[in-house]
């Protein structure tokens, strides 16, 4: 079965750092482009970011540039979203989605169920 | 930066057909896609590349892109389609994401 779990969501103050992580199965994970996507609590769907197969090519957000870092781990089929200097506007599910094609720049076909950030004092 | 406007709502009796719009400026010379996403559950995709199914999505699911309007239709609206609408697009290398539309079936 084609699937991905994300994991590392928490409560954390402003101004501080998190790792979330998203782990695929079921298909060849270094064959394709990958996003992370969230949507605050009652709101619509906001990319965050994307990294390439081979992890050579990374973009985001503006939103987020400069504080936040993807980055992916093939041989253990993982990605990652390490975030810093937290605002409370971050608050959000975050989740983590596959790209239909290798090449990217298509539809997210697979998406995770998710984890929850809560940046508050 | 490239902007995707949906209507708010949009509401269908049981069995008719449903259209959701999703406009953008010459939004017709790009891919278009569209996500399902019911209450507490992750986004589904419905429909890529302006016109085409995903496998296990139901034919009454279509979709068609011209001009400055891209349309999602869904033929015999049935209950279990109420759920949040999106459509996503790619500019240059951002992704985005229409604002949303909530259908509901009377």
């Known amino acids: 079965e084609v699937q991905l779990v994300e994991s590392g969501g928490v409560v954390v103050q402003p101004g501080g750092s998190l790792r979330l992580s998203c782990a695929a199965s079921?298909?060849?994970?270094?064959?394709?482009?990958m996003h992370w996507v969230r949507q605050a609590p009652g709101k619509g769907l906001e990319w965050v970011s994307l990294?390439?197969?081979?992890?050579?090519?990374?973009y985001y957000a503006d939103s987020v540039k400069g504080r936040f870092t993807i980055s992916r781990d093939n041989s253990k089929n993982s990605l990652y979203l390490q975030m810093n200097s937290l605002r409370t506007e971050d608050t959000a599910l975050y989740y983590c989605?596959?790209?239909?094609?290798?090449?990217?720049?298509?539809?997210?076909?697979?998406w995770g169920q998710g984890t929850m950030v809560t940046v508050s004092s | 930066s490239y902007e995707l406007t949906q209507p708010l709502s949009v509401s269908v009796a049981l069995g008719q057909t449903a259209r959701i719009t999703c406009g953008g400026n010459?939004?017709?010379?790009?891919?278009v896609h569209w996500y399902q996403q019911k209450p507490g559950q992750a986004p589904v995709l419905v429909i890529y590349?302006?016109?085409n199914r995903p496998s296990g999505i139901p034919e009454r699911f279509s979709g068609s892109n011209s001009g400055n309007t891209a349309t999602l239709t869904i033929s015999r609206a049935q209950a279990g389609d109420e759920a949040d609408y999106y459509c996503?697009?790619?500019?240059?290398?951002?992704?985005?994401f229409g604002g949303g539309t909530k259908l509901t079936v009377l």
């Open positions: 989605a596959k790209d239909v094609v290798p090449a990217g720049r298509d539809a997210f076909d697979i």
């Open positions: 079921g298909f060849t994970f270094d064959d394709y482009t």
């Open positions: 990294i390439s197969w081979d992890g050579g090519s990374t």
């Open positions: 010459n939004i017709g010379s790009k891919n």
């Open positions: 590349r302006d016109s």
């Open positions: 996503q697009v790619w500019d240059s290398r951002d992704v985005v």
